[in-house]
């Protein structure tokens, strides 16, 4: 069997890492498009072809992103594994005897149940920011292999600015700040941006007759300019608010404000009083709810409202100075809670939906990761929907998981009040 792996340059200073260095925890990414999941796959795939009979763990927090961005992807990049893979443990099963896994843990109880006892050589851990140190680090205690000599073990995190673990990340690989139990000949990092990695820009190279080699060949100014002016992902990112600009194309650490929109949001302006919420309005108003379901992290839901507001309305109830009608949107009750069952917290939902409210709920939007979620025969979003639709509320919709359209809205939004 012949296999055709290509690693990008920050890709093969990764795989150098790990096969020459002799520190034990590596860090990948900081920006967002860099290639991190994309090495992960490949350098497990040649670790576990250069070491028989060992094993890897490929992770994610939540399987329905552990199946779309890692195990679909393998297989259809190297389809002649197709029959190595077994579905029931999520591994495939290398001729060499080596495995790689595919794991996935949603809280700390499952992290310490999963990773107490089994035994992998390199774990991968993709959007590592998600995780919590303390989780981190007991993923790291079954990062290990009988007869390995010191520092051929590799935990590599591959990561964005942002999310619980920032604060860990940033100190261990950016600022390099180590306690007096942790070395630092342990830790080494790539900084990886979106334009080290030409698949974004191959179908503008190629329509200028141009090649990967080529655009490899450019120094890293010359890239990012070619990647911010001429990929459709590129000018997405660079096109963001200062505050996320820094962080999502940038790969800082320094300035990311993540999800605060520093620079348009005025709470004077865009907080106003519930009553005067409720007193603007009207019986008519589209109104729909949004929920971004957690077990162990946080489940944060928002109602919320759209409608015309007449000047007088919104002079007397805004404080806005307005010509004529204008769209006013409004988010006007929240919920916010955690370890409460499916059951429990769709319960709650309807309890905080006055009844004659509930009719006028259009719809509801919940996160799609809620819809793969098993929590007991049926999803969570099924399980969720059931007591909606006894309630009087209709049952969820996958919501849109555009991240940067998402971030571009809302900032237009609050920019528009401001």
């Known amino acids: 069997m012949e296999l055709?792996?290509?690693?990008?340059?920050?890709?093969?200073?990764?795989?150098?890492?790990?096969?020459?260095?002799?520190?034990?925890?590596?860090?990948?990414?900081?920006?967002?498009?860099?290639?991190?999941?994309?090495?992960?796959?490949?350098?497990?795939?040649?670790?576990?072809?250069?070491?028989?009979?060992?094993?890897?763990?490929?992770?994610?927090?939540?399987?329905?992103?552990?199946?779309?961005?890692?195990?679909?992807?393998?297989?259809?990049?190297?389809?002649?594994?197709e029959k190595f893979y077994k579905r029931a443990d999520h591994e495939v099963a290398l001729p060499n005897g080596s495995k790689i896994v595919f794991g996935y843990a949603e809280t700390l109880d499952d992290v310490k149940r999963k990773f107490h006892g089994p035994e992998y050589m390199d774990i991968f851990v993709d959007q590592a920011e998600q995780l919590t140190e303390a989780e981190l680090r007991q993923i790291k205690m079954a990062n290990r292999w009988p007869n390995m000599p010191i520092g051929k073990c590799k935990m590599v995190l591959f990561f964005n600015p942002g999310g619980v673990g920032v604060a860990f990340l940033k100190r261990i690989f950016h600022d390099r700040?180590?306690?007096?139990?942790?070395?630092?000949?342990?830790?080494?990092?790539?900084?990886?941006?979106?334009?080290?990695?030409?698949?974004?820009?191959?179908?503008?190279?190629?329509?200028?007759?141009?090649?990967?080699?080529?655009?490899?060949?450019?120094?890293?100014?010359?890239?990012?300019?070619?990647?911010?002016?001429?990929?459709?992902?590129?000018?997405?990112?660079?096109?963001?608010?200062?505050?996320?600009?820094?962080?999502?194309?940038?790969?800082?650490?320094?300035?990311?404000?993540?999800?605060?929109?520093?620079?348009?949001?005025d709470r004077d302006r865009?907080?106003?009083?519930?009553?005067?919420?409720?007193?603007?309005?009207?019986?008519?108003?589209?109104?729909?709810?949004?929920?971004?379901?957690?077990?162990?992290?946080?489940?944060?839901?928002?109602?919320?409202?759209?409608?015309?507001?007449?000047?007088?309305e919104l002079k007397h109830l805004l404080g806005i100075e307005a010509d004529s009608p204008q769209d006013v949107v409004l988010t006007y009750r929240e919920l916010v809670c955690n370890q409460t069952a499916e059951g429990d917290l769709a319960q709650m939902i309807v309890q905080n939906t006055p009844a004659g409210e509930r009719t006028q709920i259009r719809k509801i939007f919940l996160s799609p990761d809620a819809f793969a979620k098993r929590g007991s025969a049926n999803t969570i979003a099924e399980q969720l929907g059931d007591v909606f639709l006894a309630g009087g509320l209709p049952r969820p919709h996958p919501a849109d998981n555009d991240r940067?359209?998402?971030?571009?809205?809302?900032?237009?939004?609050?920019?528009?009040?401001?």
């Open 404 to 418: 940067v359209g998402g971030w571009r809205l809302a900032y237009n939004l609050l920019k528009g009040t401001a």
């Open 177 to 265: 700040k180590y306690l007096q139990t942790e070395d630092a000949n342990d830790y080494a990092f790539v900084q990886a941006y979106g334009w080290d990695n030409v698949m974004w820009a191959e179908p503008s190279l190629l329509a200028e007759g141009l090649t990967a080699k080529d655009f490899y060949s450019w120094d890293s100014e010359r890239r990012f300019k070619y990647f911010i002016e001429k990929t459709q992902y590129g000018r997405e990112l660079n096109s963001l608010p200062q505050t996320l600009r820094v962080g999502h194309l940038l790969g800082s650490f320094d300035s990311f404000a993540g999800q605060y929109f520093a620079e348009v949001f």
């Open 4 to 81: 055709a792996i290509n690693l990008q340059p920050k890709q093969h200073e990764l795989l150098g890492l790990c096969e020459d260095s002799p520190c034990s925890w590596i860090g990948y990414g900081g920006s967002r498009g860099g290639g991190k999941s994309k090495a992960a796959r490949d350098c497990m795939l040649v670790r576990r072809l250069k070491y028989p009979n060992t094993k890897g763990m490929i992770f994610r927090r939540v399987y329905e992103d552990l199946r779309q961005n890692h195990i679909d992807k393998f297989l259809s990049e190297f389809p002649d594994f």
């Open 270 to 312: 865009q907080v106003i009083p519930q009553d005067n919420a409720e007193a603007l309005i009207r019986p008519w108003w589209s109104r729909w709810i949004s929920i971004d379901w957690g077990f162990a992290h946080y489940s944060a839901i928002l109602w919320h409202a759209k409608g015309i507001a007449s000047p007088k």
